[in-house]
Every structure is written in structure tokens, then in C-alpha cells.
């Protein structure tokens, strides 16, 4: 039994229509319907009357109400009194993160003192299920998660490119197509970068069989694999500049895509029925201005270079 199965269970019973009650849940009326039966089946007996496309309590129904109205008064109050002891201190965010972005997070916490950040690193699948639950505030994905309770905003986009060592011929080209790409040895990002669907996307819309040797989830392993000259990479343009701003790139140089380069997505997703705090709203718009800046930079850099 779970605990969003038990305010479905109060919002029915109060207001007696399902299709309102949905409504109000965000929520659709078949999972709805759907977890109120399930709720029915664990307890063993049904608590509604249904007719003629109507629901009300039955007597079954009117007497757990009583008992669940209380309980989730009870934990509504702990959560509250949790809540007011963070008062006067570091208010908490909770975010569950599904990409390498540690350089990011460390300047969010540097300029927002007063924020806890606790961060969880995920895939897709238990972010999901972390939001759906409530145990998350909100989630920075590159894919808006598969569920109607959740909410998705992207709020950046930019292109991949290649990273390739300086001794590869490949360094050389102004840019790399997908046919010079099929000969070489590739390393992925698999927290972005789904491998199957990858390979098929690739293999269906150019006729090229990638070869995918390295399926790592961490940027600088990316970068250390390319730098010994074992692959090529792609990564986000904007964390090929993230690094080259900090100088932490070593014979490896950035080449654009010579026929379309796919596109890499940041974007925030939290549960319909628990809206961005004041801090998620901070986040949110970090994010985005984060990544604004550091294209704003690396364009100036280059413009100074190149005059």
C-alpha cells in the first residue's frame, strides 16, 4: 500500500467523482480508477459504491476514511515540524541528477550559501520513480521522464561535438563526418547518451555502424580515454567549453559534425503536485544561466584569439 494511493482513496471520497478528483491529482481518470481498485483489492474489501457511472463511500469506505484522514494529518504534521527546524539554517533542496555535472553543482552551492543541496546520481527509471514518490524536490534530466504526474521544462540546448586526440589524423579535418566516424573507436556518455538507441539512430538515418567500445558515465573519463588516444568522444559543446575555460583539456582538440550534429538537452522535472520551491526556482534558473555564460565566455575568448 502506498501513500499516494491513500490521498487518491481521500480526494474520491470527497469529492464523490472521479473524473474531479483526477483533475485535481493531476492525474488521468483510468490511473486513477486503476489505484483506487488495487487499494480495494489489498484491503479486501470494496469501499465504494459504484452506479450508473457514479461513486460514492459505502459503509466499509466511510469507516477507513476516519482512520486515513488522521494518519495523513499525523504525517503531515511531522513533516511540518521536520520542516520548522530548518528554519534559520540551510534550507534544503534534494535533487536527483542524471548526468556528470559536478563543476556546475559546486558553483551552485559556492553561490547559494543558504541552500542544502543534497544531490542523488540516477538513471531515468529511479528518477523517475523518486520524483512519483516524493522523495526528491526536483530532477536535472536530458529526457523528460515517462509519467503524467511529472512536469518537464528544458531550459538548454546545444549541439554535440567531437573530442579527438591531437595525434589522430582525424585532428586535422575541419570537421568529421559520419563515414570517417565509422572507422574509429567511439566512447559515449551512457547518462546521456543511450547506447542501443544510439547505434540505431546512427545506423538507420546515415547507413553507419558506430563502433561503441567505451560506455562510461563520468566526463572526465571521456576525456582521460581520448587524451591516451584509445577513442574519440562526443560530448555537449557546452562541456567541451566548460573544460577548455578551465583548461583542463590535454591533447585533445574539438571538431564539429560535417553532415548534422545531434543535440544534447539539460532540463528540470518535478511532480505536478508539488511545485518548484523558492529554491527549485533558484536552481532552475542557475542552470540555464550557467550554461549561458560559459558560451558567453568561450565566444569572447575566441574573439580575443582570433583578433
Known amino acids: 500500500m502506498e501513500l499516494s494511493q491513500l ?79 530548518y528554519r534559520g539554517q540551510a534550507a534544503p533542496l534534494s535533487l536527483a541528477c542524471m548526468t556528470d555535472d559536478t563543476d556546475m553543482l559546486e558553483r551552485f552551492v559556492l553561490e547559494n550559501p543558504d541552500i542544502n543541496l543534497v544531490q542523488k546520481r540516477v538513471d531515468l527509471p529511479d528518477l523517475t520513480a523518486l520524483l512519483e514518490r516524493d522523495e526528491v524536490d526536483l530532477a536535472l534530466s536530458v ?88 577513442c574519440i568522444s562526443i560530448v555537449p559543446s557546452v562541456k567541451y567549453e566548460e573544460l577548455y575555460l578551465q583548461g583542463r583539456l590535454h591533447n585533445v582538440v574539438c571538431k564539429e559534425y560535417a553532415d548534422g550534429a545531434p543535440e544534447a538537452y539539460w532540463g528540470i522535472a518535478y511532480n505536478k503536485r508539488r511545485p518548484l520551491s523558492e529554491q527549485g526556482l533558484r536552481f532552475r534558473a542557475f542552470v540555464k544561466a550557467y550554461f549561458e555564460r560559459i558560451d558567453a565566455e568561450y565566444a569572447a575568448m575566441c574573439q580575443d584569439v582570433g583578433s
Open 7 to 85: 490521498r487518491y482513496f481521500i480526494a474520491v471520497a470527497e469529492m464523490g467523482n472521479m473524473s474531479k478528483a483526477a483533475d485535481a491529482l493531476f492525474v488521468s481518470q483510468p490511473n486513477l480508477s486503476t489505484s483506487i481498485s488495487r487499494l480495494e483489492e489489498e484491503i479486501g474489501v470494496p469501499l465504494f459504491d459504484r452506479r450508473r457511472g457514479k461513486i460514492a463511500l459505502n459503509q466499509n469506505g466511510a469507516r477507513l476514511l476516519e482512520s486515513v484522514k488522521e494518519s495523513i494529518d499525523i504525517l503531515d504534521t511531522g513533516i511540518q515540524m521536520v520542516r520548522d527546524q
Open 143 to 230: 529526457l523528460p521522464p515517462l509519467s503524467e504526474t511529472i512536469a518537464y521544462e528544458r531550459i538548454y540546448t546545444c549541439r554535440f561535438v567531437l573530442l579527438v586526440n591531437r595525434s589522430s589524423p582525424l585532428a586535422s579535418e575541419p570537421a568529421i563526418s559520419r563515414k570517417q566516424m565509422s572507422t574509429q573507436h567511439l566512447a559515449i556518455d551512457g547518462s546521456r547518451v543511450n547506447k542501443q538507441t544510439f547505434y540505431a539512430a546512427e545506423t538507420s538515418k546515415f547507413g553507419m555502424t558506430p563502433i561503441i567500445d567505451y560506455d562510461v558515465r563520468h566526463l572526465n573519463l571521456l576525456v582521460s580515454l581520448v587524451e591516451s588516444n584509445k
